[in-house]
């Protein structure tokens, strides 16, 4: 999902979390913290959009099914 729907996002994620690595590597251990956590809101923003966008798209789906349904309906009755 988040790949497909929020690549940049989750771009972000993995580089503040490869930043948080380096941290630590050189014991800089609040700097780590603080990426870590960043991290973990942009992978969290990431699975929002995605799920915001998988709901738009069903949304959209379900709106092109019931004018789908619509026409026949309107088709059938008409043609009686």
Known sequence: GAREYAPI????AREKKE???AAMADEKYSRAHRLTQE???DADLAR????VEKSRLALQEAKD????IR??????????
């Open 9 to 12: 996002e989750l771009r972000k």
């Open 19 to 21: 930043a948080a690595d």
């Open 39 to 41: 991290a973990n809101v």
């Open 48 to 51: 929002a959009m995605a799920d």
């Open 65 to 68: 099914n019931i004018e789908m």
């Open 71 to 80: 026409t026949e309906a309107t088709r059938t009755s008409t043609s009686k």
